[in-house]
């Protein structure tokens, strides 16, 4: 087993290599290999209207050095390219001392709409004089919370005077919500003071809802590599470094290419929130709200070049996500995710979250500026195109690989490869 490299073994080598590192035991490999996985009566209880489970690849991305601590990462996704792209750049990047990685406090804000409001200048003077017993108020609710560090922080009022339906007064609150995603937390909060606030205001509470545009609670990381670690077969190190940042040079002007950017920073950050249970989809939205901040769709990640020619990468973007509650401590295979790794907080896990993102980013970039972005991918999509063709068992690998030696990857060529066969 220790001759092969981890890609080259089976799944059961990989999960025993694994095992025997210590980084997950035999109750984590039956629940990441989906044999003790999600069951359908445990579905049923998470969602509505189950008819059973949908099963997506699991796969790990290794060689990850986050602060000093090596870091296997389970990414859960179907498009072929990802995992390896990651670790790819996860041990080119471990020459190089690895990523560091933080997050701020996790720190969630949500709104409450105030309408019909009939004197908003007095409205806003009632709720600034009244805001420690609204704070107060708040963090009755939840005393678990409070005894881990979490709680309000701060209520903000902001007066909109046109809108599609004329003015209304928004309450912001500003909640930690310490190893929880949050959500449930802040919408319980502004549901308990809807009334106290339409009583100080003369006002119609309307939403009552958690923004998922988490500015208070960013992630960032940050790695530094040698021009020469960069080098590649057809290229020298400082080559490869100035493509890179022509490449990054291409998403800081155009919004077409930023978005197209962005997405290939979140193909890494989605597998992983996946993998761990956490609602990507939230983390989706502020990811590219963030991005459109200043008006124009920016790039999440920057790419320079340091006195010592060293190439620089950083990324800072929203991350709320969770430990605790929810699916990730639902899903038994998102709770041996989150062991793999380590992660014993919401903060731990975002910087890993940002690393993963710069990591993935790093890898497209190099390989856009080189040898072009499909050569790999479509390698790799190889095997998904033979299955699609009808090939089953051996067959897989033998129309994949007849397939990369003509350079000529489709579902066509694949079924003339079978009949061959």
Known sequence: MRGKKFYEKTPAERLALLIE??????????????ENGLDRETANFMIENVIGTFSLPIGVARGFIINGEKIDVPMVIEE???????????KLTALNGGFSAEADAPIMIGQLQLINVPYPANAV?????????????????????????????????????????GSFLVVYLYLNVADAMGANAVNSALEKIAPELESLTGGEARLRILSNLAVRRLARARCVLKAESLRTAEYDGESVAA?????????EVDPYRAV??????????????????NDWRA????????AAKHGKIFPLSRWEKDAGRNLIGTIELPMAVGTVGGATRVHPAAQAALKMMNVDSAKKLAGILAAVGLAQ????????GTVGIQKGHLSLHARQVAIAAGAVGNQIELVAEKMRADRVISTDRAKEILSAL
């Open 361 to 368: 980013n790093l890898a497209a970039l190099r390989a856009l």
């Open 243 to 251: 493509r890179i940042l022509d490449a990054a040079a291409l998403a």
């Open 260 to 277: 197209t950017h962005n997405k290939g920073i979140l193909n890494g950050i989605d597998a992983v929130l996946l993998a761990t249970g």
């Open 125 to 165: 003077s009632a709720i600034r004089r009244h805001r420690k017993q609204l704070l107060d108020q708040i963090r009755s609710i939840d005393p678990v919370l409070a005894s881990v560090g979490g709680g309000p922080v701060d209520l903000k009022i902001k007066f909109f005077k046109n809108s599609p339906i």
């Open 21 to 34: 590192e210590g980084r997950i035991d035999e109750n984590d490999a039956g629940k990441l290999s989906g």
């Open 283 to 290: 983390v989706e939205a502020g990811a590219h709200g963030f």
């Open 80 to 90: 072929p390219s990802v995992v390896a792209a990651a670790s790819n750049a996860a």
